[in-house]
């Protein structure tokens, strides 16, 4: 839902694959709008940090929000 949002389709079964993820905050940060900041640490909170089963993913997540 959050990749539709902003007009974005993935493959059902990449949906949750970290190199998807990361490039949806790579195509976010790419993007001149306002609060894509504020997108961006939503996303990687709820999707990259908590979802993930794999500590470095966490660590990864939390290294992205503090950039």
Do not use: N
């Not at 195509?27 to 996303?43: I, Y």
Request: aromatic share 10%; charged share 25%.
């Amino acid at each position: 839902a959050t990749y539709r949002a902003w007009g974005l389709v993935v493959e059902d079964e990449q949906v949750d694959h970290i190199g998807a993820e990361l490039e949806f905050v790579a195509f976010l940060l790419m993007l001149d709008m306002p609060d894509v900041r504020e997108a961006v640490d939503a996303f990687t909170r709820e999707h990259l940090a908590r979802a993930s089963r794999l500590a470095f993913y966490r660590a990864v997540a939390e290294l992205l929000s503090a950039a």
